[in-house]
Each structure stands twice: as structure tokens, then as C-alpha cells.
T-cell receptor
Framework: AQKITQTQPGMFVQEKEAVTLDCTYD???????LFWYKQPSSGEMIFLIY??????QNATEGRYSLNFQKARKSANLVISASQLGDSAMYFC??????????????FGTGTLLAVQP | EPEVTQTPSHQVTQMGQEVILRCVPI?????FYWYRQILGQKVEFLVS????????KSEIFDDQFSVERPDGSNFTLKIRSTKLEDSAMYFC?????????????FGPGTRLLVL
């Protein structure tokens, strides 16, 4: 069965430093996608970054990069040069793709990141 | 930039009442989803919808829930007789077919409180 594990309930980081949020996943399907979403205190879910299981390169989007280690089944989010506005809950999610049909997202429990000035 | 919209942003209702949560997915998207997030917990899948029918639903999505795409733009979630435990944030999401974009874009959510 699909499962996403985020072992860090909360983290602190100093402004301007980099931070890594951990995510491990479990799936038996060879084709899947991994996502990170940011949820600020206002509640909306903001898409940050996507990694496909067959992508050769690690995904990057501005200050966000995904450290994808397929053999270890990990998809850690790296935020470089943290800003105060990065303080939020971060969710890792996975989607398996069955026969071309788009499937649901399975979410982890989230990591609450607090950026300190 | 196109976005998923949801109305209302907040809804307070009495236990046993019916509520309808509305969503307008991104216009060229074909797959639609409802998720919910009970306060302080993770996001849970409720139902996915494609080609005017449910493609998958979770065990949470019992007979009290229904979804509909009444016209070319709206996608609704109806809870027939609300319970206290239905209090949660409800998110609508949409995505393009596989191969045309993998990301599920979420709406801002409807915060439902059942009293």
C-alpha cells in the first residue's frame, strides 16, 4: 500500500540558511509522482515542486529543490536561503499512476517549519 | 494564472443540515478531486471525478456524500446530513490528464464547522 512518512513534526531554521525537510515513501508501483505543498496559516495548499519517478534529474523550482533518492525511497525538500515567509506547514504527497489514469494524492503528516530572524 | 476557486470560504451549519460546497476547477483540466483536512491532521482523499463520473472514492466518502458537475464549470460536494465529525477544511483540486501535466492544483478551501 502507498504510504508517505514525514518524521519531523516541526523544525526551526535561521533566516537565510538552508533547510531540508524529510520525506520517505512506500509504493510497489514503478510509475509515481512526488509532490511538496506548502500550507501557510491561512490554510491554502500551495504547490511547490514535483518529481516524477522516471525523471533523471532532481527537480528544482527557484529556492526549492527536491533531493530524490529512488533506491532509498526518499524525496526530501531543500529550501535554500530561508525567508520569514517560508514559515508554514509542508506536506509531502505521492500519486501512483495506474494504466494512465490519474490517481489520488496520498499525503504525509506534515512538517511545521518556523523560520527565525 | 488560472486557479481553482472555491465558495464559500467558510460555512457554519447545524448538525443534520445539508451543505453544498462549490468549486470551479481550472478550465482545461479534466480530473477533479475533493480532499478534506480535519484541524491539525493530514489531508485525506475523498473522491475523484472524471468524465462525469466518480473514478475513485475513499471509505470516508459514504452515502452522505455526493459529487456533481452540474454544468461545464462547477464541481460540487454535497453532504446530505452533516455530523459533528464533518467539521474540516475541504479542498477541491484539479489536474490535466496524464502526460499533459502532473500537478494537482488546490483551491483555497472551504472551512466547514458543524455545530
Amino acid at each position: 500500500a502507498q504510504k508517505i512518512t514525514q518524521t519531523q513534526p516541526g523544525m526551526f531554521v535561521q533566516e537565510k540558511e538552508a533547510v531540508t525537510l524529510d520525506c520517505t515513501y512506500d509504493t510497489s508501483d514503478p510509475s509515481y509522482g512526488l509532490f511538496w505543498y506548502k500550507q501557510p496559516s491561512s490554510g491554502e495548499m500551495i504547490f511547490l515542486i514535483y518529481q516524477g519517478s522516471y525523471d533523471q534529474q532532481n527537480a528544482t523550482e527557484g529556492r526549492y529543490s527536491l533531493n530524490f533518492q529512488k533506491a532509498r525511497k526518499s524525496a526530501n525538500l531543500v529550501i535554500s536561503a530561508s525567508q520569514l515567509g517560508d514559515s508554514a506547514m509542508y506536506f509531502c504527497a505521492m500519486r501512483e499512476v495506474y494504466g494512465g489514469a490519474t490517481n489520488k494524492l496520498i499525503f504525509g503528516t506534515g512538517t511545521l517549519l518556523a523560520v527565525q530572524p | 494564472e488560472p486557479e481553482v476557486t472555491q465558495t464559500p470560504s467558510h460555512q457554519v451549519t447545524q448538525m443534520g443540515q445539508e451543505v453544498i460546497l462549490r468549486c470551479v476547477p481550472i478550465s482545461n483540466h479534466l480530473y477533479f478531486y475533493w480532499y478534506r483536512q480535519i484541524l491539525g491532521q493530514k489531508v485525506e482523499f475523498l473522491v475523484s471525478f472524471y468524465n462525469n463520473e466518480i473514478s475513485e472514492k475513499s471509505e470516508i466518502f459514504d452515502d452522505q456524500f455526493s459529487v456533481e458537475r452540474p454544468d461545464g464549470s462547477n464541481f460540487t460536494l454535497k453532504i446530505r446530513s452533516t455530523k459533528l465529525e464533518d467539521s474540516a477544511m475541504y479542498f477541491c483540486a484539479s489536474t490535466q490528464p496524464p502526460g499533459q501535466g502532473e500537478t494537482q492544483y488546490f483551491g483555497p478551501g472551504t472551512r466547514l464547522l458543524v455545530l
